[in-house]
């Protein structure tokens, strides 16, 4: 079994603002996520949760503790080392950041083209399978605005997928989507991504998707609780 420590945070604490206006978002968070577990984090809105999906992504800068991703210790890192970390992750958002400008291939096709090496006809093939797999096979030539909610998400779940990334971080992913298509979009970002290998962390306040969790973290108040999943599911309680 592979126990590889992709994500490994110690005593990590976060605010935002300075002086009079600081205000302390996230509290000795402590965390280790290892190569191919699906974890699942909820709690209120305003608890910390996106906050935390952002350091781990290394699309803002750590201030103290210890953040560690792939390796690389995040806190005290220069923009160059956070870049580099980046283009190891795959990110889904909510709104699914497509640009309505270019076809559901084109959008999947951008994020590989940013690789180094990789030609165009190269991330063409690897965008049309993708979107195949994620079936699309049909919708490869459409415009963003020609798809539903839950054919957009597929899109943004193939752009995050495609460059085979270490960690997977989706915001809300099925927000906005119904029953049906909130739990397909689940299942098959975790059928994919157990078949690349990566780790996966949902953040979301859908109680219909927790089944797919190797494990549910808790977040509130800037406090993060947690529990294995390898015995039956229970409520987790947050810090008092």
């Given at each position: ?77 220069n923009k160059s ?81 495609v460059s085979h ?76």
């Open positions: 079994m592979n126990t590889e420590k992709v994500v490994e945070i110690s005593n990590l604490d976060f605010a935002y603002g300075h002086g009079n206006l600081r205000k302390q978002i996230l509290f000795d968070i402590n965390l280790t996520l290892e190569a191919g577990e699906v974890s699942i984090m909820k709690g209120p809105s305003g608890s910390g949760k996106t906050t935390l999906l952002t350091l781990m992504g290394a699309l803002r800068s750590p201030q103290s503790g210890s953040l560690k991703v792939l390796g690389q210790e995040l806190v005290g890192a080392k956070l870049v580099q970390v980046r283009r190891n992750i795959g990110y889904i958002f909510q709104a699914h950041n497509l640009l309505r400008s270019l076809t559901a291939r084109q959008n999947v096709q951008m994020s590989i083209e940013l690789q180094n090496g990789i030609s165009a006809a190269t991330a063409k093939r690897k965008a049309i399978e993708i979107l195949e797999a994620v079936g699309l096979g049909e919708r490869i030539e459409y415009y963003t605005d020609q798809l539903s909610g839950g054919q957009k998400q597929r899109v943004a779940i193939a752009r995050a997928l990334p270490k960690m997977v971080l989706a915001d809300e992913p099925t927000a906005a989507l119904d029953s049906k298509s909130g739990r397909a979009v689940v299942e098959l970002m975790r059928q994919l991504a157990k078949e690349q290998g990566c780790t996966i962390l949902l953040v979301t306040h859908d109680n219909r998707i927790l089944d797919v969790a190797d494990r549910l973290l808790h977040m509130e108040d800037g406090y993060l609780s947690q529990e294995s999943l390898s015995t039956p599911k229970r409520t987790i309680s947050t810090p008092v």
